[in-house]
C-alpha cells in the first residue's frame, strides 16, 4: 500500500496551522479524509473574503 505523500502532509498542516493556528499535535491526530475536508472549508472562506 502507498503511503500518504509527506510534501501534502505538510502542506496540508501549515494550511491549517496558519489559518486557524491549531497545535501540530491536534492537526496530526486528525485523519486524512478531516484535514482535506478543513483545508476545502478554509479555502472556501478565503475566496469569499477575497471575493468581498
Request: hydrophobic share 40%.
Amino acid at each position: 500500500m502507498k503511503g500518504y505523500p509527506l510534501s501534502q502532509i505538510y502542506e496540508e498542516v501549515a494550511y491549517i496551522a496558519y489559518h486557524f493556528h491549531w497545535p501540530l499535535d491536534e492537526i496530526l491526530n486528525l485523519e486524512h479524509f478531516q484535514r482535506r475536508t478543513w483545508v476545502k472549508e478554509i479555502s472556501k472562506i478565503n475566496k469569499r473574503l477575497n471575493a468581498g
